[in-house]
């Protein structure tokens, strides 16, 4: 949208309602500035509607600067991060190495009929591809959906595991919000995220519409700066915190989600909004 304004091809000074989703992912992803400039380019009585599933600082000056004064906020639950309560969390320290056997022997457990879908996140292109790879070749029939997917491939994927013909997924993080898919039993994260914002969004993939669900996580060393707030999470869902994840300290480190949004634009991610749409 931004490169179809500065060509001179799109004009949005007649533009009086605008919707903002997911507002902190935007942010998150790096996209602030191109969020700017669309904005500053609609209609100055425009009504606007943003909506975010966690309100950071970051948010709350977007909302003061380019909303009316006074909005009208809705919140349901709290504001605070804080997972579904109907999922059950399961944190597994472990060896980055292990991290193959390990999912083997999980989906043993957990997908042994191969019929309930089991959905797998890792955190990069090449990572979804490797995983779906070494499954296949284990005997395990499975579907990814990642950037380096045409658009084409990445919807017959996600269709094929909502129909439930290909019950197992694998998915980097273009997958963990805005997708509505039913009856995730399972939640895998093989790769933690690179916040915990994401990791509460990830596992929000199951336990939907009242049902109960289930997500495993694997914590490695190279994560332990998210240890503190990974607790925080687990403890205020009333889950059990591993001896092993409070050996990493339970501090909690501030965090710019610029750093963020750099690191997923060298990812490729920029085809969020299509995958999306299409799903």
């Known amino acids: 949208m931004k490169d179809l304004i500065e060509m001179g091809v799109c004009c949005l000074n007649e533009v009086s309602f605008v919707v903002?989703?997911?507002?902190?992912r935007m942010l998150d992803l790096g996209f602030e500035p191109e969020v700017r400039a669309i904005l500053s380019q609609t209609s100055s009585v425009r009504q606007m509607v943003m909506f975010s599933a966690t309100w950071p600082l970051a948010v709350h000056k977007l909302a003061q600067e380019f909303m009316d004064p006074n909005p009208i906020k809705v919140v349901i639950g709290s504001e605070d991060l804080a997972a579904n309560h109907d999922v059950m969390q399961i944190v597994e320290v472990l060896d980055d190495r292990t991290r193959d056997s390990r999912l083997l022997?999980?989906?043993?457990?957990?997908?042994?009929?191969?019929?309930?879908?089991v959905l797998v996140f890792v955190l990069y292109k090449k990572e979804a591809a490797r995983v779906e790879t070494m499954?296949?070749?284990r005997g395990w029939k499975a579907v990814s959906v990642h950037g380096d997917k045409a658009q084409h491939d990445r919807t017959k994927a996600l269709s094929?595991?909502?129909?439930?013909?290909?019950?197992?997924?694998?998915?980097?993080?273009?997958?963990?919000?805005?997708l509505d898919i039913p009856d995730v039993e399972v939640v895998i994260n093989y790769s933690y995220p690179l916040t915990t914002e994401d990791y509460v969004h990830r596992i929000g993939r199951t336990g939907r519409a009242g049902k109960k669900g289930v997500a495993h996580?694997?914590?490695t060393q190279a994560n332990?700066?998210?240890?503190?707030?990974?607790?925080?999470?687990?403890?205020?869902a009333d889950q059990v915190v591993p001896?092993?994840?409070m050996k990493f300290g339970t501090h909690v480190k501030k965090k710019e989600s610029k750093i963020y949004g750099s690191h997923?634009?060298?990812?490729?991610?920029?085809?969020?909004?299509?995958?999306?749409?299409?799903a």
């Open 217 to 219: 996580t694997f914590f």
């Open 135 to 137: 499954l296949q070749r």
């Open 243 to 245: 001896p092993a994840l």
């Open 20 to 24: 903002l989703d997911e507002a902190d």
């Open 160 to 178: 094929l595991f909502k129909e439930g013909k290909c019950p197992l997924m694998i998915a980097t993080d273009v997958a963990s919000r805005g």
């Open 224 to 236: 332990k700066a998210l240890a503190g707030e990974l607790v925080n999470v687990l403890r205020e």
């Open 264 to 278: 997923f634009k060298e990812q490729g991610l920029t085809d969020f909004s299509s995958l999306l749409t299409e």
């Open 105 to 117: 022997a999980l989906l043993d457990k957990y997908h042994q009929a191969q019929s309930n879908r």
